[in-house]
Nanobody, 119 residues
Framework: QVQLVESGGGLVQAGGSLRLSCAAS????????MGWFRQAPGKEREFVAA????????RYVDSVKGRFTISRDNAKNTVYLQMNSLKSEDTAVYYC????????????WGQGTQVTVSS
């Protein structure tokens, strides 16, 4: 069982930056693939980024490549999403999620944190 708590959301102007954090409970954090997802009003939730348990491999949706960076600190049981050059279309509730490498789907989800980018 993993519990996830996001923080770091807020209101920022277009072109600005935010860093989201997701703190996880449990002693096996490094065994989980961690992901960030987002859901904008009236839209389906979409994948944003993911990082393997060791942190050596990452993946991004095309729309954030070059602007967002996912990272993790296994000593702190925390995953981060650094968001730069924010655009109004990045406005959404951002969720972190966890899955084991054997799982096909993310089993554990945080409650979400709102990111609003003003143009």
């Amino acid at each position: 069982q993993v519990q996830l708590v996001e923080s770091g959301g807020g209101l920022v102007q277009a072109g600005g930056s935010l860093r989201l954090s997701c703190a996880a409970s449990g002693r096996t954090f490094s065994s989980y693939v961690m992901g960030w997802f987002r859901q904008a009003p009236g839209k389906e939730r979409e994948f944003v980024a993911a990082i393997t348990g060791s942190g050596t491999s990452t993946r991004y949706v095309d729309s954030v490549k070059g602007r967002f960076t996912i990272s993790r600190d296994n000593a702190k049981n925390t995953v981060y999403l650094q968001m730069n050059s924010l655009k109004s279309e990045d406005t959404a509730v951002y969720y972190c999620a966890a899955r084991t490498s054997a799982d096909g789907e993310y089993r554990y989800w945080g409650q979400g944190t709102q990111v609003t980018v003003s143009s």
